[in-house]
T-cell receptor, first 116, second 111 residues
């Protein structure tokens, strides 16, 4: 079974703090994704990575950056947290970036971040 | 502007009956559609998918229908079971690795 783990289930930070959200997958997947989930808006893609050190912006990258130094780990960074970044953050991974078929995305349990 | 919409935030169905969850999309370039199921305190899990070249895909109690002309997708669950109670998200793929998700429909199956 694929396992995607996220470093924290709940996190409370103050405005202006630098925040790191960590995601680890154990199935040697090439693709990794960061989404945020907000009521009425569904899941929105922040960033994704199709290989180590490779990244692409999603639909809402402003205020975020990412890091993928190792294949199994994908970090989301909030450089200076703001209250409008209070949300549920979901990490996902999928198998291959070389095939054009759709690989199933496997999601972590999510991190609920509150910025005060 | 959301490209994938689920207009019903919630749905309540009696056990044994059919559940129909709907999804509409605006981008005709989407080429693959998926349904995910999410229980509280867990991440979404893949349920069923359909390619844009098909109009129906079945997997046990779950069937997904695609109407490309209407840009409409639906998920049928027959018969519905209490364990199906969850939030269901539809998603559409664009340009290989970009996925757009709907806002979710919370299904409650009453025993």
């Amino acid at each position: 079974d694929v396992k995607v783990t996220q470093s924290s289930r709940y996190l409370v930070k103050r405005t202006g703090e630098k925040v790191f959200l960590e995601c680890v997958q154990d199935m040697d997947h090439e693709n990794m994704f960061w989404y945020r989930q907000d009521p009425g808006l569904g899941l929105r893609l922040i960033y994704f990575s199709y290989d180590v050190k490779m990244k692409e912006k999603g639909d809402i990258p402003e205020g975020y950056s990412v890091s993928r130094e190792k294949k199994e780990r994908f970090s989301l960074i909030l450089e200076s947290a703001s209250t409008n970044q209070t949300s549920m953050y979901l990490c996902a991974s999928s198998l291959s970036s070389t095939s054009r078929r759709t690989d199933t995305q496997y999601f972590g349990p999510g991190t609920r971040l509150t910025v005060l | 502007d959301q490209q994938v919409k689920q207009n019903s935030p919630s749905l309540s169905v009696q056990e044994g009956r059919i559940s129909i969850l709907n999804c509409d999309y605006t981008n005709s370039m989407f080429d693959y559609f998926l349904w995910y199921k999410k229980y509280p305190a867990e991440g979404p899990t893949f349920l069923i998918s359909i390619s844009s070249i098909k109009d129906k895909n079945e997997d046990g109690r779950f069937t997904v229908f695609l109407n490309k002309s209407a840009k409409h997708l639906s998920l049928h669950i027959v018969p519905s079971q209490p364990g199906d109670s969850a939030v269901y998200f539809c998603a559409a793929r664009y340009n290989f690795n970009k996925f757009y998700f709907g806002s979710g429909t919370k299904l409650n199956v009453k025993p």
